[in-house]
């Protein structure tokens, strides 16, 4: 009895050493979820900050964790989402490489349903699924890049609002619609969250290791 109990506890122990090792390896994950109100995020930096509490409740706390959004700004190009990020490689919470460097990052198709899990390497809910959560917010072009300055609203007022404007989404599960790119699909229908939960949302974004 007391050697199959330290059977048991040796295996729990290793089982937890290599949880414990795959959060420390991750450097990429979409969150499980978001603020919770809507577009606003508070701000780019709010979505930093978000990024870093959940990398630090998976265990991978050490690094300097970066929301994957563009901003905007009147009379120019805002901050790219792309530059925000560090310079790769990047691995998922399961170890699985997601892309070595920014090109492969925005020219490969390595974020897709079965790649795209969350901080504690759960699934994310896609299309077709119990529920539809594959709007991620980025606020980007397809090549990560800031949109350039027009009359519409591509990220949410710079990721403060809850309620009027809009802002640009990918979908991990590239599913739905023409364009099924991971991080420029479609505009949502506003930043409330009621309406990004209607259209197939959740206020998620995805998270990068930047260091």
């Known amino acids: 009895m007391r050697k199959m109990l330290c059977i048991l506890t040796a295996g729990f122990i290793?089982?937890?050493?290599?949880e414990a090792s795959l959060a420390q390896?991750?450097?990429?994950f979409i969150t499980s979820n978001g603020p919770g109100n809507g577009g606003d995020l508070g701000g780019i930096e709010g979505a930093d900050a978000h990024c870093q509490m959940l990398a630090e409740s998976a265990g991978a706390g050490e690094r300097t964790w970066r929301a994957y959004l563009?901003?905007?700004?009147?009379?120019?190009r805002g901050v790219d989402a792309r530059s925000r990020?560090?310079?790769?490689?990047?691995?998922?919470?399961?170890?699985?490489?997601?892309?070595?460097?920014?090109?492969d990052l925005h020219l490969s198709n390595n974020i897709v349903r079965n790649t795209s899990l969350d901080e504690n390497g759960n699934r994310?809910?896609?299309?077709g699924d119990s529920q539809n959560r594959h709007d991620i917010l980025t606020g980007a072009m397809s090549d990560g890049t800031a949109f350039f300055p027009d009359d519409a609203d591509h990220t949410c007022n710079n990721w403060t609002s809850s309620d009027e404007g809009s802002a640009m989404v990918g979908h991990f599960d590239r599913q739905g619609g023409g364009n099924?790119?991971?991080n420029a699909a479609h505009?949502?229908?506003?930043?409330?969250?009621?309406?990004?939960?209607?259209?197939?949302?959740?206020?998620?974004?995805?998270?990068?290791?930047?260091?």
């Open 187 to 211: 505009q949502s229908r506003s930043c409330s969250q009621s309406d990004l939960q209607a259209t197939g949302g959740d206020g998620l974004f995805y998270c990068f290791a930047a260091d």
């Open 25 to 28: 390896g991750m450097s990429f």
């Open 14 to 18: 290793a089982l937890v050493g290599a």
């Open 85 to 103: 990020i560090g310079t790769g490689p990047w691995y998922n919470a399961a170890g699985t490489l997601i892309a070595v460097n920014l090109d």
């Open 70 to 76: 563009g901003t905007e700004r009147e009379g120019g």
């Open 180 to 182: 099924t790119s991971w």
């Open 124 to 127: 994310v809910l896609g299309r």
